[in-house]
């Protein structure tokens, strides 16, 4: 009969809320404050999506999440992005992505680092 009552307790209770934040959080993910090396923006936004992904945040989370570790001109940077939204159009993961790496990392930089990945990546093979 206890066991019953226990079950029946179990049933009723509200669903546990995962804390993402925390989950987040606890992973370490780095501050970006501004860096003038491309590739240290862009290390930056992969270790963050990393993080975000092993919390399995939701789009919403993501930006806020990510916002979260900005400071100094980089947050400068957000605020002035942010602005132009409204609580209506939220901003998606997808453009938060995009607009931090074509303002951080030169779409250039990025085809050259592929470029090189590709040649590295055909020697250490063949």
């Known amino acids: 009969m206890a066991q019953n009552m226990q079950n029946h307790r179990n049933e009723n209770a509200p669903p546990q809320v995962r804390d993402k934040r925390g989950e987040f959080l606890k992973g370490h993910p780095p501050i970006f404050k501004h860096s003038t090396d491309p ?10 999506e ?8 939701d789009d ?11 400071q100094g001109a ?3 940077w957000w605020d002035s992005f942010h602005f132009c939204y ?10 938060f992505h995009g607009a931090f ?7 250039g930089l990025m085809k050259l680092k ?3 990945l590709a040649q590295v990546g055909e020697h250490v093979c063949c």
Not at 86 to 95: D, K, L, Y
């Open 60 to 70: 919403r989370e993501k930006v806020l999440y990510a916002s979260g570790q900005l």
């Open 50 to 57: 990393r993080q975000l992904e092993i919390a399995q945040c």
């Open 101 to 107: 790496r074509s303002h951080y990392v030169p779409t």
């Open 39 to 48: 590739l240290q923006a862009d290390d930056w936004l992969r270790a963050i």
């Open 114 to 116: 592929k470029d090189f």
């Open 74 to 76: 980089t947050l400068d």
């Open 86 to 95: 409204n609580e209506a159009n939220p901003i998606t993961w997808q453009e």
